[in-house]
């Protein structure tokens, strides 16, 4: 079976992300992908995660919690647009993966938007390794997912292709706005 884009972004992150690497999730909440991070850096690496809700770090905590992969993983109540004050601009970044959109199951007008992830995606690019991804999984059924997804698409067309690959994955028949798969990857 094909894998869906959130499988594919996984898919690509257990063959990219090694024990020892740091690596950063830009939108944490509920905490499937940090987890994962978490697992795949071990306890010699790290995870910088971002979220603007509390509730959404709190499930996630809980979660480190259970599964023994807190010590690797630094949480901050803060957008991802300014993740240039905690991670330091010589770190070296193995991926970072933003799950865009809203937190299911939780208020749907607090959603990512086109221009903070696109200053976060600014702020991640000069400190990606080579070879290293940046993931957006883009969902644009909601209120102002259009919009990111047109401020999105038109961002990455632009990179560079000298420095940067940048691939569109997703399905093409499918109705109801399926999410994509958007991979950045540093040449
Ligand atoms: C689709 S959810 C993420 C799902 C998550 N990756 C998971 O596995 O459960 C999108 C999240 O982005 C968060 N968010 C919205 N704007 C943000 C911003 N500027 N910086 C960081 N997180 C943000 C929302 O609060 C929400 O929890």
Redesign the pocket.
Known sequence: MIENAMRYSHTLLKNTVIPGDTVI??????????ILLAALVGKTGKVYG????PQ?LQTTKEKLLLTGLGEQVDLYL????TLKSVVPAKTEIAAA?F??????K?DKK????GE??IQ?IHAILPMLRKGGLVLLVI?SGHQGGQTEKDAVLAFTEQLPQQFFNVLHYGFINQRNDPPFLLIIEKK
């Open positions: 999730d830009a939108t944490v909440g509920n905490g499937g992908d940090t971002f979220d603007i809700q959404a803060q957008g991802h647009e993966i799950n865009l959109g809203y937190l299911p939780s607090i959603i990512t938007k903070t992830t976060a969902y």
